[in-house]
Structure formats: structure tokens, C-alpha cells
């Protein structure tokens, strides 16, 4: 068992500051994740040649792989860092922000648009109100097992960082809100708004600028079948299209 | 001004509150810390409970009404609880409409669960991630609002304080945006402080990293009574680590999951090699007929009984297994995969077992708080529903006292949550629409100028303390001295600690001075408040002689006979009497069954103490912020009891 592991982060003191790389060794502990590393070295901020330097910043909340804060490139696997367990990583550990959304700080990017995206597809159901209406329609198992298999999604972003029609020139609305989609089109209730999401994603931006490179699903630590929403929304939106053409 | 409602916090209660507010056509402004998908709520797996009697068992929201009074040991203010229970049905129909994928059963109904404390399948869930569906459900239809332009959202902004006029009325708030630090004043007409519960106050909890109670402290130092601090939750059965204590959910148990030890305390097999001879199923053993599902404060003492006590944890370690596998659940793996996969992702990723194959090593750990900001009861008078002391501040969630005494069950807490969140946004919109008073502004002023104060100070901090070792230690006294077992002695010399980490405090290094995204700046101005509000635990605590439910101090319990002595309460006189005290006090009707037999010696001995401890203690406990060593101001409330006449505690 080694004594120690090294860390090396990637840091930003604020957004549009240079960044710069800066190495730690911390002790070790059995069972060690990512962030309990960057807890050793917030409580004792003191890089391995010995300067002292600030806490590093980065975004943690339920440190069990379900709230989706804190994502980063660990190693340069797009990740969450709490369930990436020192253990089963290479040293020394390499910790880098998002490259596909503004840096805050450090380890901490804006994500604000993932956010954004799930506006423009309008990913809710339509309710008349919270007020006592009666139960829901049935769903029968099957559908469920659907609808929960992309309901898992917790906006972490790591889909978007992988892919390569997500970048600063490009308006591409990313895998996730295109999961988010096909979900709320399958809702019994949420099928209500099919075609206002479909609208929603022709022209520039929409799902047709996904290039199926596949990186996505690779990396999606929900496993949330995001090629297959893709190829689903294609399909979509076709009849979407045809149907337009007759109706004109 | 136009009408504005504050939203603090965006868990399950935040969501929830600024729906129905929004709904009602106010708008709101909704602040959390973090983005509010990722609010701790996230984090619940197990499911929500709520009598839809839809498995042909009998069940009604009157039983669950009476479960969760008898479960918290009769500490609720009874017509709340009750509110809470007969809505629950209409709640789970609402989560169903927004569409939260709930398991199903094959003709396409909502399927059930059972939890603990209770003897029907009454807990609706998703897989092992239902507070994350329901989270996501909620979230949307917020988002929905925002683009109606009902809501607006400030994420990464963190409240400090209440603005309060010259008369204590709730004007605003103050916050700061945890990116830039600036700290800047936001007007409402009333505010609803949903910010969940104080895990980090323990150190290490089953809740996530943002849960430091620093929102509650904040209002509690500012006149909010904090109330029933005292009662924490320990869950009985977390994956015990060094960062966070992970959750296997009490759902583990709802479907088979078995508690043992090796009956030899030498044992060398590996756990599955055991045979069930060899193993001690100590809770079955004790508790025929709930079993593995007796109430958590009841399951956390037996573990911790058998391991600190008795020795008998495995390799003498403080771990007990807990068996799911198909060979010992009855279930099918599939199954299992289908309905706890959440949790068992958990654990692979954890402890890199198999949960299917191996037993599961837990120890109990820091849960729940069911203590929290005092809200009131009943629409009489000066009191309103959610509603704090402060006129126009609310509370709900977990950062509100109500609903769950001094001890939750299982699956209450969603619902505590939604309901209290609905009832909330409900009632701040009628108090802000009937509010006309304009404040001076020089109220906004004043309360800015002291926050900006505050934190000047704290940037000034240059001593030598690190306020993480702080931290830790706080965290460690807590867990020991106030946890699962209480000492009299112990806890004065947990007040005494709290007394040296305030001074300490002083001394910080304040190791980060830089304006951007300082999260060290914000952790520090958090444990300033995290030392304040353990004042109310630890002091509860202390004062409070007797054990109920979660809150068990030693030697000041009393034993209760055996089996065969137990009889019916209502045999006893002195709790006839008692009953019918309560009952003229709050003019409620209790049907007692006739006084039939003669009790036991043993038991009428064990009634007359009962009754006795029933009257000092059966109390509300309500903690008045003063600062320093002395603090806080310590009284004690009656508990509204409308419904059932208490009764003792005895699971069998
Ligand atoms: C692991 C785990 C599993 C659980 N499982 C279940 C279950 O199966 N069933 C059940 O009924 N209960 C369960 N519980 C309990 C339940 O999850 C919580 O009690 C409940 O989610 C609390 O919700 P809340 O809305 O009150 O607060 P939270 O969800 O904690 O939300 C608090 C909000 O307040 C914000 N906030 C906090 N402080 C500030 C501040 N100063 N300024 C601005 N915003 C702030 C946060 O950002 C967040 O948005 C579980 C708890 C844990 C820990
Ligand atoms: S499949 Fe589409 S969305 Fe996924 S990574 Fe490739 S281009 Fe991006
Ligand atoms: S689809 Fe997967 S990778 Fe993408 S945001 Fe959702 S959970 Fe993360
Ligand atoms: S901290 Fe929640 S996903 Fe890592």
C-alpha cells in the first residue's frame, strides 16, 4: 500500500484567469475517493515542494455518484470524482475542469446551459394544477423500466464534455436534454407536448447536429441509453416532418 | 412593491413550496446553494409513504396517522400529523400526474413497499432512487414556472439572514452569491426557509456535504425558536467510511433484507459460508413480529447494543451484516436488481462486493435531524401552519420540527416534506397578499451593513487554528457524546468542548482571502453556525431526563417487564386518568376500551412510572438563541393532542 498519492490539479483562480498546474501528495487511506483526496488537501493546503497555496475549489454534494456536482476530467476520463476511487486510478492522479463549459474556479465550471437546454425542450408535464385531481393514467411495467432508465439523469454534463459536436462555436443542444426528450414523449401525460419538443429540435442546434459518434453513452455513469434516444428522436422527427408536409 | 415570495432552499420542501406559491400566482425568487437538481433530496432512496390501501390489506390513513404518533413516541403535534397522513394519497397522485416513474405492478398500478414501523406495504417507490424522481419531477415543473416567468432562480447563492423590521416582521433576506462573494439584500413579503438538515454538524452523516444547518442557525440566532433539537435520527444501517457514511436504505429490509451476527463471536468463515444455525438474527429474535422492521431508533440500539456493548460485532469490529442475498431474502435476483438496483450500485461501487452474493456490513450513523425551526400548528389565533414565531418567516422540510416527534419512520420525510413544502407556499402567499405595511428602508441597510460586517471579520482571521481540524472535532464529540447513547456527564463536557471551539473559532486562518468561488470563505462563515446551533442539541439534551425514542439516556429509562406481565394501558387508572386530562385540555374525544383485567404488578408499577414521566416530559422542547456559554434560553411547549391519547412505546 503506498504512503502517499500524488495529485495534480489543473487550476483557475477565476473565469478568463490563466490557468496553472499545481501537485500535492497526500496521505493515503484505504477506500479513497477523488474528492476525499481534495478534502486531505483543503484542510492542509501545501503543494509537494512545499509552498503553501490555497484550498482548491470544486462542487461535491451527496458523495454517492447521484446528484451530478462534481464532475471533472479525471486521469482525462470525463467523470464524477466521487465515485472515481484512488485505488483503481494511475498516478499521478491528473484533475482538470470541464473544457466545455466557463471555468468558475478551479474545478468548478457553469453548467448553467445544461439547465437552459432542458427549458427549450420543455422536458415537463403539463399539469393543471397540484391541487387533489385524481390519480395518474396506468403504466404498465415495461414503460416504466423505460421511462426510469432515462430518469436517472442528473444533468452531470460528462455526455457534453465527451462529444464532439459540443463546442463554443457550435449551438448543439447535447445528448441529455435529447434523453430528456424522448422521456417526456413517452410520459402519458408529457406526450401531450410531443410535437412542441420536436419543433424545438429542428433547425440549427437540435438533434440533427449530432454527428453519432457514440462517445456519449460511453461515458454516461447512469447508464442512461442515450443512442438509442437519439436514434428515437431521429425517427420522431421524421414523422414529425412527413406529417407537417401533409397537413400543409 | 408588488407581492414577492423568498424561497430558501430547492430540496423536495423548496420545490414544492415555490410550485404552489407560483401556482398561486406570486412570484417567487428561489435561492440554494447549489443547483436545485442537486439538493440532498437527491439523495433518498428508499420511497414516500401514503394509505392508498391498494394491496387489499385494510389500510387507511388513520393507521398511518396512528403509526407515525406511535413511532415518534407521541411528540407530533397531533392535527398536523393528521393533516399530513389524509393528504398523502392525493400527494402520491400528484407526483404520479407530474410523472414520477413509480414502480408498478403488472395490471399498471402503483406497487408498495413495507418500511419500518408499520405492518402494511404503504411506501410507493422508484427502483432505490425515489427522492431523485421525485426531485426531478418537482424540478421541471419549476422550470415550467420559470419560463411563465413566475419563478426566478439565484443558484449558488447562499442566505444569510432575515431582514426583520422594527416590529421582528419578516421583510427579506440577505445572501451571498458564492461565485464573486457579494452579498446583497432581496425584499419579500414573506419568506419560507426550506434548507434542510444539519448532517455536518455531526461531522460525518448519511447527508450530503451542503447540509450544515448554518440556514436554520442563522434564523435560530436571529429569534426563530429551535425546537426538539435534541432528537437526532441514527439510521441503523450505513456503510461506515471515512468521508461520508453511505445509506442502505431501510428499503433493504422492506424487501427481505435480514440483520445477524455469528452467534460464535470467534467466527472465521466467510458470512455466506454461515449457515443460518450459526447465526444470531437478533432483531427477529427480539421483535417477532416486525422483525428487521422495527422502528430505526429501536434497530440502531440493538445494533450498537450487540457491538459496543456486547462485543459482538463481527471480528469484534463495529459492522453487523445485513443479509438481502436470494437464499435469505426469498426473493428473486432480478427482482432484488429491479427494485434496489440503486442501492447496490452504491455498495459495488463502495465496497466492491456484491450485495446479491455477500452479506453487507452496516453500523448505524448521524441521519435526520426531527428537530428544527419551531413552525405552528393550527389556524388560531397568532399561530398559522408553517409558520414560524417570526410573522412571515415559514419553514418546511426537514429544517421544520413538525410531523415526526422523537422519532421519524421510514418514508415520512418525503412526504413530511411535499406536504409541509404545499401547505407553506399555500400560506405565505395568503400572509404576503394581506400584507401592507412597507418597511423603513433603513431596515434593509442596517441588515446588510451587518452581514457585510461579518464577513469582514472573517476575512480578517489570522491566527493559527485550521477550521477543518475544527470541524472534525466538533463532528467527533458530537457523534459520541450525542448520538445513540447519552450521559449526563458526558454531556456537560460536550458543552464545555462546544465552549472551546467557539473560542478557538476566533483564531482561525482563514487560508483563502480571494473573491472567486471561495469555497473555504464560505465553509468557515458556516461553522460559525454550525457551533451555534449544537448549543440547542447538546442542551436539549441535558435537559431533558428521561429516553424517548430516538433520544436515549442512560439511566433514566425505565424497564419495562416481561412479555408475559405486559398488559393493556387502559387497565391502569392513573393512565385513565391521565387520558382524561388531555382530553379536556384539548377538548378531544379518546374512546378508551372498558377497563377489563387486573394488570400485572410489574406493569402497574411500570404505568405509574410512565404516567409520571408522561406529564414532565411529554413536551415540546423550545430553545431561544443566547449567545455564549449560557445560551440558549431552554422552555418547554404541551404537545397538541387531538387525535390519540399516548400510549407506551412497545414494539413486539
Ligand atoms: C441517504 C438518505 C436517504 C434517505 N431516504 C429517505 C427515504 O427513502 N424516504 C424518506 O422519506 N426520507 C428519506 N431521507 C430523508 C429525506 O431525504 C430528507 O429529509 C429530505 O430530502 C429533506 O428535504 P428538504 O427539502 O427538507 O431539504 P434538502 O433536500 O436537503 O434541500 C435543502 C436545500 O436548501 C438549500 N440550502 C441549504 N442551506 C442554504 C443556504 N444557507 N442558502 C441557500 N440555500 C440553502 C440547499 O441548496 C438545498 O437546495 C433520506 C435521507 C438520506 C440522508
Ligand atoms: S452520439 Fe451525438 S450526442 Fe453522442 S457524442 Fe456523438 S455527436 Fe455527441
Ligand atoms: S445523460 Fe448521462 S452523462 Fe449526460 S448528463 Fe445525464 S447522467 Fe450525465
Ligand atoms: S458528489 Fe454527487 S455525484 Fe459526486
Known amino acids: 500500500m503506498p504512503e502517499k498519492i500524488t495529485v495534480k490539479i489543473k487550476r483557475q483562480d477565476g473565469p478568463g484567469k490563466e490557468p496553472y498546474w499545481q501537485t500535492f501528495e497526500v496521505p493515503y487511506q484505504p477506500n479513497m475517493n477523488v474528492i476525499s483526496a481534495l478534502m486531505e488537501i483543503r484542510a492542509n493546503p501545501v503543494t509537494a515542494d512545499g509552498k503553501k497555496t490555497t484550498p482548491p475549489s470544486w462542487d461535491d454534494a451527496c458523495l454517492e455518484e447521484v446528484c451530478g456536482s462534481c464532475s471533472m476530467r479525471v486521469n482525462g476520463v470525463a467523470r464524477q470524482s466521487c465515485a472515481a476511487l484512488v485505488d483503481q486510478l494511475e498516478q499521478p492522479i491528473v484533475l482538470e475542469p470541464f473544457t466545455k463549459f466557463p471555468v468558475v474556479r478551479d474545478l468548478m465550471v457553469d453548467r448553467s446551459s445544461m439547465f437552459e437546454a432542458l427549458k427549450r425542450v420543455k422536458a415537463w408535464n403539463p399539469l393543471d394544477g397540484t391541487y387533489d385531481l385524481g390519480p395518474g393514467p396506468k403504466v404498465d411495467p415495461d414503460t416504466q423500466d423505460d421511462m426510469y432508465s432515462y430518469a436517472k439523469c442528473m444533468t452531470c454534463g460528462c455526455c457534453l464534455e465527451v462529444c464532439p459536436q459540443v463546442n463554443e462555436n457550435s449551438p448543439f443542444i447535447g445528448a441529455a436534454a435529447i434523453g430528456q426528450t424522448i422521456l417526456y414523449n413517452t410520459q402519458p401525460i408529457g406526450k401531450a407536448l410531443a410535437s412542441e419538443r420536436l419543433e424545438a429540435h429542428m433547425g440549427p442546434g437540435g438533434v440533427g447536429d449530432c454527428g453519432n459518434a457514440q462517445n456519449c453513452v460511453r461515458v454516461c455513469p447512469k447508464d442512461i441509453p442515450l443512442t438509442t434516444a437519439i436514434a428515437a428522436l431521429g425517427r420522431q422527427l421524421t414523422w414529425h416532418t412527413i406529417k407537417n408536409f401533409f397537413l400543409r | 412593491m408588488p407581492k414577492r415570495v423568498i424561497v430558501v432552499g430547492g430540496g423536495l420542501a423548496g420545490l414544492a413550496a415555490t410550485i404552489r406559491a407560483a401556482e398561486r400566482g406570486i412570484p417567487v425568487d428561489l435561492f440554494s446553494v447549489v443547483p436545485v437538481k442537486r439538493s440532498h433530496s437527491v439523495c433518498a432512496q428508499g420511497g414516500i409513504n401514503a394509505a392508498k390501501n391498494l394491496k387489499g390489506e385494510g389500510d387507511h390513513p388513520d393507521i398511518h396517522t396512528n403509526d407515525t404518533l406511535f413511532g415518534g413516541e407521541f411528540l407530533a403535534d397531533q392535527p398536523l400529523v393528521q393533516g399530513m397522513c389524509r393528504d398523502a394519497p392525493a400527494i402520491i397522485d400528484l407526483l404520479d400526474r407530474m410523472g414520477v416513474p413509480f414502480n408498478r405492478t403488472a395490471e399498471g398500478n402503483l406497487d408498495f413497499r413495507r418500511f419500518g414501523g408499520t405492518l402494511y406495504n404503504r411506501t410507493a417507490f422508484c427502483g432505490a432512487t425515489t427522492g431523485q424522481q421525485l426531485m426531478y419531477a418537482l424540478d421541471e415543473q419549476v422550470r415550467r414556472f420559470e419560463t411563465l416567468g413566475l419563478v426566478e432562480k439565484y443558484e449558488h447563492w447562499e442566505f444569510l439572514s432575515l431582514v426583520l423590521d422594527n416590529d421582528q416582521k419578516t421583510r427579506g433576506i440577505t445572501a451571498m452569491n458564492i461565485w464573486d462573494r457579494s452579498i446583497e439584500v432581496f ?331 471561495n469555497k473555504t470563505f464560505a465553509f468557515v462563515r458556516a461553522l460559525w453556525d454550525m457551533i451555534q446551533l449544537a448549543r440547542p442539541i447538546v442542551k436539549g439534551a441535558r435537559l431533558r431526563d428521561e429516553s424517548r425514542g430516538a433520544h436515549y439516556k442512560t439511566g433514566f429509562d425505565i424497564q419495562k417487564p416481561e412479555a408475559d406481565k405486559i398488559g393493556e394501558a387502559s387497565d391502569h387508572q392513573g393512565y385513565r386518568d391521565h387520558c382524561a386530562e388531555i382530553a379536556e385540555k384539548w377538548g378531544a374525544k379518546f374512546d378508551l376500551p372498558e377497563k377489563k383485567e387486573e394488570i400485572s404488578p410489574e406493569f402497574q408499577e411500570y404505568m405509574d412510572k410512565w404516567v409520571e414521566k408522561e406529564r414532565q416530559w411529554n413536551k415540546t422542547t423550545i430553545a431561544v438563541y443566547k449567545p455564549g456559554p449560557d445560551g440558549p434560553d431552554m422552555s418547554y411547549r404541551d404537545v397538541a393532542m387531538t387525535v390519540v391519547p399516548p400510549r407506551p412505546r412497545i414494539y413486539k
Not at chain 2, 227 to 234: H, M, P, R, S, Y
Not at chain 2, 236 to 258: C, M, N, Q, Y
Not at chain 2, 454 to 483: P, R, S, V
Request: net charge negative; glycine share 10%.
Open chain 2, 187 to 517: 425584499k419579500a413579503n414573506a419568506v419560507i426557509l426550506c434548507t434542510g438538515g444539519p448532517g455536518l454538524v455531526f461531522g460525518k452523516s448519511t447527508n450530503s456535504t451542503i447540509n450544515t444547518g448554518a440556514a436554520a442557525s442563522r434564523a435560530y440566532q436571529q429569534g426563530v425558536w429551535y425546537a426538539n433539537g435534541e432528537f437526532i435520527q441514527v439510521h441503523p444501517t450505513p456503510i461506515p467510511g471515512a468521508d461520508k457514511l453511505r445509506l442502505i436504505s431501510e428499503s433493504v429490509r422492506g424487501e427481505g433484507g435480514r440483520i445477524w451476527v455469528p452467534k460464535n463471536k470467534d467466527e472465521k468463515r466467510e458470512p455466506q459460508d454461515i449457515p443460518d444455525s450459526d447465526r444470531d438474527y437478533f432483531l427477529e429474535r427480539k421483535y417477532p413480529r416486525y422483525g428487521n422492521l422495527v422502528p430505526r431508533d429501536v434497530a440502531t440500539r440493538e445494533i450498537f447494543n450487540m457491538c459496543v456493548v456486547e462485543g459482538r460485532g463481527i471480528g469484534g469490529k463495529n459492522v453487523v451484516y445485513l443479509d438481502v442475498t436470494p437464499e435469505r431474502s426469498g426473493q428473486k435476483p432480478e427482482v432484488l436488481e429491479r427494485k434496489l438496483g440503486g442501492v447496490f450500485e452504491i455498495y459495488r461501487r463502495f465496497k466492491g462486493d456484491d450485495p446479491l452474493k455477500v452479506p453487507m456490513q452496516i453500523f448505524p450513523g448521524m441521519h435526520y435531524s426531527m428537530g428544527g425551526l419551531w413552525v405552528g400548528y393550527e389556524d388560531k389565533g397568532d399561530m398559522i401552519v408553517q409558520m414560524t414565531n417570526i410573522p412571515g418567516t415559514f419553514a418546511a422540510g426537514e429544517v421544520d420540527f413538525q410531523y415526526h416527534g422523537a422519532n421519524r419512520l421510514g418514508a415520512n420525510s418525503l412526504l413530511s416534506c411535499i406536504w409541509g413544502g404545499l401547505e407553506s407556499g399555500e400560506r405565505a402567499v395568503t400572509w404576503a397578499e394581506s400584507d401592507t405595511a412597507e418597511a423603513d428602508s433603513s431596515v434593509y441597510g442596517n441588515e446588510l451593513k451587518r452581514q457585510v460586517e461579518f464577513a469582514d471579520k472573517i476575512e480578517k482571521l489570522d491566527g493559527d487554528e485550521n477550521a477543518f481540524k475544527i470541524h472534525d472535532e466538533l463532528g467527533e464529540w458530537m457523534t459520541n457524546y450525542c448520538t445513540v447513547v447519552r450521559e449526563n456527564d458526558k454531556l456537560d463536557q460536550l458543552s464545555t468542548k462546544i465552549d472551546e471551539l467557539e473560542e478557538r473559532f476566533h483564531r482561525i486562518n482563514l487560508s483563502d482571502t480571494g473573491r472567486s468561488a
